[in-house]
């Protein structure tokens, strides 16, 4: 090579290289300015976590399709049945239109039914036990200023829009109060605080509004968090996570509510740390007396506590930590949980990664020296988001705790036995689960996409002589040794059902490709003759009579929902 060659061969590998650098610089620069992270941060940068609502504007989210609503995989599937180590359910889905949509947790009970409230508008819903009707009631929750909300920061980063969290009826000597906890945005401060307010409420106020108008209730706002956490400094992009909600009724005509911290821990710059400061009211169960007017702090050092229940002398708080952080608390009166000083769980990181601690805690991570520990943790993290004790269900369930989790898509069933949890039975149900009730001998939960449900034990009706013989012939024909096992289809959602429609089960393509419905003339040629009816099927064939099959069609007809709600 002559030494021009070379002259000129030079000058390329330096121009690549430093278009290289130039490249990475311009990404990196990107990245600095638009998450704040530096490479000398001891931190890593937070991954979101999947329990999180989504930021929005105040949409109208009845209006949009179902997988297009925040927060919350589709709908699909719905189960019938829900089987579970001691009892299976049925499963009765209140209301699958959209207009139930943004339905927030706090199911509390009220009369002969529930009542909820929509997270974005604040509407009071009601569902109504005697005429299952799920509707709108005359009454909503303050307006809370969500339109003078700024939707992001200075520097762009997305603000958590205002939610209103919980509605509660309570009762008094003059009648009947209605509680709300929600987020309030401060316009002449531009900061936020999280507000309970109390207005009374007219005895006509909880009726549909169809074809009547709405009623402004005179409402006294008797709680608003301190300090006003503003929202146009920099850091503010986390204001909003960790709300709280919890609210509870006692036998005093007191209020419990708990608090949460509003996302600042102190930790990525989120500051002022506000559960451990002296004069703070974030992380923190509180009592309102409505007589006295008077509000008293009852225990501190929470995440985002999200519902109380009291179980006798116990007071049971659900509190949502960071990644294997989740707690179950038995609160007990000046007690201080340690948030954000100690946790068991580790800041939000790439599971893969074995970067694993929480910056407070580095040395003593998975301990409370010094602090109140927790009753129980989860690990993997549900984001727990209701807890309800259940009484007057089954005896069989009699007194456990039932808490709903987002993430994990499930019911968790707890033993306790006085102030200890002795054991845990994980329910799937295939949603992220917004809130759970125990009342009048049902199970409500709550679905994030705001659809209502409710279970009731199948065992309960075994009470029924009719019942008990149409199990007694069932099992005479040897039809329980297989539908008893959750892969083969259930009995009592078989007659009057579409053929191949039981959620979970595996039909043989023949029998999903049958079509129709299980009517009596179907169920009788099917166990006539099983490959005769849909070639192929997995259907075992069985020798029976004429009268034999007319007993069991007359069994499955007997056991079937709508057959067993008309008694």
Same mark, same amino acid.
């Given at each position: ?255 419990? &509510? ?23 009211? &974030? ?285």
């Amino acid at each position: 090579m002559s030494i021009l060659q070379k002259e000129i061969a030079i000058p390329f590998p330096r121009t690549l290289a430093a278009l290289v650098l130039s490249a990475f610089v311009f990404v990196f620069g990107m990245l600095v300015g638009y998450y704040g992270i530096y490479p000398w941060e001891h931190v890593k940068f937070l991954v979101v976590p999947s329990d999180v609502e989504v930021a929005t504007q105040d949409l109208p989210l009845q209006n949009l399709p179902l997988q297009e609503q925040v927060g919350s995989p589709p709908l699909a599937p719905t189960p019938q049945v829900l089987n579970t180590s001691l009892l299976n359910f049925d499963v009765t889905w209140v209301s699958l239109d959209r207009s139930m949509a943004d339905l927030a947790g706090g199911l509390s009970e009220h009369g002969n039914g529930v009542l909820s409230v929509k997270r974005l508008s604040g509407e009071v819903w009601y569902y109504d036990k005697e005429t299952n009707r799920l509707f709108q009631t005359r009454v909503a929750l303050p307006y809370n200023n969500r339109s003078d909300l700024p939707s992001q920061t200075v520097d762009g980063r997305a603000i958590y829009p205002l939610r209103y969290r919980s509605a509660l009826v309570l009762a008094d000597a003059e009648g009947l109060l209605l509680a709300g906890f929600y987020s309030f945005y401060n316009v002449e401060e531009k900061c936020r605080v999280m507000r309970l307010s109390i207005a009374r409420l007219p005895s006509d106020a909880l009726q549909p509004i169809d074809n009547t108008s709405g009623i402004q209730l005179d409402w006294n706002h008797v709680f608003s968090s301190n300090p006003c956490i503003t929202v146009s400094g920099e850091s503010d992009y986390l204001t909003g996570w960790q709300e709280g909600g919890a609210l509870l009724a006692t036998e005093r005509g007191t209020i419990l &509510f708990g608090v949460g911290d509003l996302g600042k821990d102190g930790v990525d710059d989120r500051v002022p740390a506000l559960t451990q400061a002296d004069d703070s009211d &974030f992380g923190r169960i509180f009592e309102f007396d409505p007589l006295t007017n008077e509000t008293k702090r009852i225990a501190m050092g929470l995440r985002n506590p999200q519902v109380l229940v009291r179980d006798g002398d116990n007071l049971w708080a659900t509190d949502q930590g960071p990644m294997g952080g989740d707690e179950l608390n038995l609160i007990q009166a000046g007690a201080n949980y340690g948030w954000p000083e100690v946790t068991f769980g580790v800041n939000y990181t790439d599971l893969r990664d074995d970067y694993r601690e929480w910056p407070p805690q580095q040395s003593t991570l998975g301990h409370h020296p010094d602090h109140s520990k927790p009753a129980f943790t989860w690990v993997p993290s549900i984001s727990p988001s209701s807890i309800s004790l259940v009484r007057g269900v089954h005896p069989r369930w009699e007194n456990n705790l039932l808490v709903t989790g987002l993430t994990g898509h499930a019911l968790s069933r707890l033993i306790v036995d006085g102030d200890r949890v002795i054991g845990e039975e994980r329910i799937p149900f295939g949603h992220r689960l917004r809130s759970v009730l125990a009342a009048h001998g049902r199970i409500y939960v709550l679905t994030d996409l705001g659809v209502l449900t409710y279970l009731t034990p199948r065992q309960s009706q075994a009470d029924s002589s009719e019942i008990r013989l149409a199990l007694d012939i069932l099992r005479k024909n040897d039809c329980l040794q297989c539908h008893n096992h959750p892969d083969w289809p259930s009995l009592s959602h078989v007659y009057g059902a579409r053929i191949g429609s039981q959620p979970g089960i595996g039909y043989s393509p023949a029998l999903m490709a049958k079509g129709g419905v299980w009517t009596p003339e179907n169920l009788s040629a099917f166990l006539a003759n099983t490959n005769q009816f849909a070639p192929g099927t997995v259907m075992p064939q069985s020798v029976l009579s004429e009268s034999q099959i007319s007993e069991i069609v007359g069994a499955l007809r007997t056991l079937s929902p709508d057959s067993v709600s008309n008694r």
